[in-house]
């Protein structure tokens, strides 16, 4: 099976920062990446595809990059609503994984 | 606009089995799969497995081969996942989502495995 390892497992950050996530794959799989978004309590909301593509109606502070094993996830000006549970996904082979999630706090 | 809408809680017994819906509308039903994911409480997100809706094709996690089984109703653009020999760490919320990518989710259903 893939491994998805993500990078920091937790993250404390002020409103109007900009932060980095980390996702390693342990083979390559292409761009074949999705970011998830979760808050306590409801199910997780798409946020990039194809490790690089903003799925419709996901405002533009979001951003993702990568390809083959190492790929990243960026958000800019924080703001009160974004700080929840994040997850990278690969689909590229089966049994398509997880990684362990990562998830952002206000400090 | 796309929706999947599962089915509600259940409670079991160990040994038991449980059948959770996920029912889409707002798209064409059989030219996306449908992929179930869990989450056990307090923990991350888990991968159980993928069904295609246009030829039945499926794919399961390891951790329930020979206990889980996938299915669709294309007349009612539902789809299926009975989970059997139900075991305490089975207790989770169960999500239905659109094809792999899962760009779209269900709302999940609580299972609760318990004597």
């Known amino acids: 099976d893939i491994q998805m390892t993500q990078s920091p497992s937790s993250l404390s950050a002020s409103v109007g920062d900009r932060v980095t996530i980390t996702c390693r794959a342990s083979?390559?799989?292409?761009?074949?990446l999705a970011w998830f978004q979760q808050k306590p309590g409801k199910a997780p909301k798409s946020l990039i595809f194809a490790a690089s593509s903003l799925q419709n109606g996901v405002p533009s502070k979001f951003s993702g990059s990568g390809s083959g094993t190492h790929f990243t996830l960026t958000i800019s000006s924080l703001q009160p609503e974004d700080f929840a549970t994040y997850y990278c996904h690969q689909y590229n082979t089966f049994p398509y994984t997880f990684g362990q999630g990562t998830k952002l706090e206000i400090k | 606009q796309v929706h999947l809408v599962q089915s509600g809680a259940e409670v079991k017994k160990p040994g038991a089995s449980v059948k959770v819906s996920c029912k889409a509308s707002?798209?064409?039903?059989?030219?996306?799969?449908i992929t179930w994911v869990r989450q056990a409480p307090g923990q991350g997100l888990e991968w159980v497995g993928w069904?295609?809706?246009?030829?039945?094709?499926?794919k399961y996690a390891q951790k329930v081969q020979g206990r889980v089984s996938m299915t669709t109703d294309t007349s009612t653009s539902t789809a299926y996942m009975e989970l059997g020999s139900l075991r305490s760490d089975d207790t989770a919320v169960y999500y239905c989502a659109r094809d792999s990518g899962m760009d779209v989710w269900g709302q999940g259903t609580t299972v609760t495995v318990s004597s």
């Open positions: 083979q390559g799989i292409s761009n074949y």
């Open positions: 069904i295609s809706a246009y030829n039945g094709n499926t």
């Open positions: 707002g798209y064409t039903f059989i030219n996306y799969g």
